[in-house]
């Protein structure tokens, strides 16, 4: 049964397996605080070594020398000596006593006990002299912490897209964790010493503000493992006392037991988690070669899907072969592991766009909700796939939860009012992407609604003002660019609009384009015919806008065009 153990400055607690002095966590190996609860138990007894090694390391063949190296460093961090017993006495050719007073209480009745920790998030970890190539290690570990952590039912993970961005969050990581509105807080370093890999970690209890324990993990660099693993038991103890059987099982699985792959995996997640093109294409080579090593490891054939859904939402790659290969490799994840909750969202929003088979995205949403009820990209996305079926009210509701699950992400917040303005809620949507935009001014997706609501609205000047930023920022992505023109020819700027109506096409000389982001501009124009020639390809093509056609404001001009109804139909959107 748990207890809480209290000598003098010092809290031990066997549920939490912490040590504390006056409320700090103390850094202690597993293995001293091991030692440490034996001689608890029996304080005041002497307990002999034979015992003490039988205990701690039970069918383990060991030397004095280990018991004696613990028992040293146990002293250390009790700030007690050999020389001066103030806490555990030698007894010669005997073993060992604990020498203050002890009182042992219930878990219940200790002092200040907190209500459970139910959300947690994991900072990435601080590299210490690590070289460029390494660092990677920092936010894969906690990347590693944040996927094993996400298979326990009743536990809030933040994800891995708003804990990227605590590098411009407040220093104290009280004040971090409370921003990412979590009751817990994960955050440590990371070294690499010659063969060895050193990880210092502590978790936070963020409401009390105080350590919950803290302590240090060394093993050989190759076995990061081992260091993952006992960390994850760790966490997942001190959060959840009481696992399941269901979430034990999950929480131990390991998608490859080949130290090569997993870092390959890592490096590749290190990678897409910039979101750029050239970061996206290298993270694709690390999945790979992850998969090279291990053709059975289920997440880096996740990895590859994901790499492809953004490569083709973000206009980077004709998005009908981008969802091709993005399916490939989501079935294949989950004929490995049927569990990867992500892996059915992902087929879920193929399945939307660009399949059009909303009776199969369907099922592939309600399965991933079903596996992982707390993830927000899960959310996020069927929050775009509702609103493609014109159920607007629920659009909303998901995307709120999204940024309820994940509050600091840029995109999600920036989706509550994407589903706003699709639900023709212009004045709120316009509040809620200045309230995105107060937390990172140039993020170009939010400057894109704001152009949009402002059209509908009656500011065109505020609109172009507001897709131009749009494009800047993006790097000249061809949707904003296109939004940005048909923006200028509505405002009556009919030169400018068509100068990159110019810059469009010549690019669709040299390499992909989105063809809806055309077929939008000449709509603008008022070229009617070429505008759905255009959007004809981006149905072909399977461009991720024409799946909003029903309910997007800005295809309203086109509405009453035969050619409308075709594409509607083509769309399966009837």
Same mark, same amino acid.
């Given at each position: 049964m748990p207890v809480v153990y209290e000598f003098g400055p010092f809290q031990f607690d066997t549920a939490r397996f912490g040590l504390l002095r006056n409320g700090e966590a103390v850094p202690v190996s597993p293995k001293a605080k091991d030692v440490l609860r034996v001689l608890l138990e029996r304080s005041g007894q002497v307990v002999e070594k034979e015992d003490l090694m039988n205990l701690v390391w039970p069918d383990t063949a060991v030397e004095d020398a280990n018991l004696t190296q613990t028992i040293f460093m146990l002293r250390k961090a009790l700030d007690a000596s050999r020389d001066h017993p103030s806490y555990i006495a030698t007894v010669a050719r005997r073993g060992y006593r604990f020498l203050p007073e002890v009182r042992a209480l219930a878990p219940s009745t200790a002092a200040d006990r907190p209500t459970p920790l139910e959300s947690v998030a994991v900072l990435p970890f601080a590299t210490l002299g690590m070289p460029p190539?390494?660092?990677?290690?920092?936010?894969?570990?906690?990347d590693a912490l944040i996927t094993r952590?996400?298979?326990?039912?009743?536990?809030q993970v933040r994800p891995t897209s708003t804990i990227r961005q605590s590098a411009t969050l407040p220093p104290n990581i009280v004040a971090i964790g409370r921003l990412l509105r979590v009751d817990a807080l994960v955050e440590g370093t990371i070294q690499h010493l010659a063969e060895r890999i050193r990880v210092t970690v502590q978790?936070?209890?963020?409401?009390?503000?105080?350590?919950?324990?803290?302590?240090?993990?060394?093993?050989?660099?190759n076995d990061l493992f081992a260091v993952q693993d006992a960390m994850t038991q760790r966490i997942a103890?001190?959060?959840?006392?009481?696992?399941?059987?269901?979430?034990?099982?999950?929480?131990?699985?390991?998608?490859?037991?080949?130290?090569?792959a997993h870092r390959e995996?890592?490096?590749?997640?290190?990678?897409?988690?910039?979101?750029?093109?050239?970061?996206?294409?290298?993270s694709l080579d690390h999945f790979r070669t992850a998969i090279a090593i291990d053709p059975a490891y289920a997440l880096a054939y996740l990895g590859i899907a994901d790499c492809y859904v953004v490569l083709g939402h973000y206009g980077w790659w004709m998005p009908r072969q981008a969802a091709s290969a993005a399916r490939a490799a989501a079935l294949r994840a989950l004929e490995l592991d049927e569990t990867l909750a992500t892996a059915h969202a992902t087929l879920g929003t193929i399945y939307?766009?660009?399949?059009?088979?909303?009776?199969?995205?369907a099922r592939a949403f309600r399965r991933a909700i079903e596996l992982a009820p707390n993830d927000a990209k899960t959310r996020n996305w069927y929050a775009n796939h509702l609103a493609c079926l014109g159920r607007l009210d629920e659009a909303v509701s998901q995307a709120t939860r999204a940024v309820d699950l994940d509050p600091l992400n840029l995109t999600w917040n920036m989706g509550i009012g994407h589903m706003l303005y699709l639900a023709r809620r212009f004045e709120e949507a316009i509040e809620q992407e200045r309230r995105t935009l107060d937390m990172?001014?140039?993020?170009?997706?939010?400057?894109?609604?704001l152009g949009l609501c402002s059209e509908q609205i009656g500011r065109p000047a505020d609109a172009v003002e507001a897709l131009r930023r749009a494009a800047d920022l993006?790097?000249?992505?061809?949707?904003?660019?296109?939004?940005? *023109?048909? &923006?200028?020819? /509505? @405002?009556?700027?009919?030169?400018?609009?068509? !100068? *990159?109506? &110019?810059?469009? /096409? @010549?690019?669709?000389?040299?390499?992909?384009? !989105? *063809?809806? &982001?055309?077929? /939008?501009?000449?709509?603008?124009?008022?070229?009617?015919?070429?505008?759905?020639?255009?959007l004809d390809v981006a149905a072909e093509h399977g461009c991720y806008s024409l799946t909003f056609l029903q309910v997007s404001p800005v295809f309203d001009p086109l509405r009453g065009h035969a050619r409308f109804a075709r594409l509607v139909r083509t769309l399966h959107l009837t």
């Open positions: 190539d390494e660092e990677y290690l920092g936010l894969g570990l906690a952590l996400s298979n326990i039912a009743n536990l978790l936070v209890d963020v409401r009390s503000g105080t350590p919950v324990w803290a302590e240090r993990f060394e093993e050989r660099f103890a001190s959060l959840v006392p009481r696992l399941t059987r269901a979430d034990a099982v999950r929480l131990a699985n390991r998608s490859t037991t080949n130290p090569a995996y890592l490096k590749g997640r290190y990678h897409w988690n910039k979101r750029t093109g050239d970061g996206v294409r290298r939307t766009a660009p399949d059009c088979d909303w009776d199969g995205a990172d001014d140039r993020f170009a997706q939010a400057y894109w609604i993006s790097g000249g992505n061809p949707l904003l660019t296109g939004l940005f *023109a048909r &923006a200028c020819a /509505l @405002a009556g700027h009919a030169r400018e609009a068509r !100068a *990159a109506l &110019a810059t469009l /096409l @010549a690019d669709n000389r040299s390499r992909y384009v !989105a *063809a809806d &982001a055309v077929g /939008l501009t000449y709509a603008g124009l008022g070229d009617i015919d070429e505008a759905f020639d255009w």
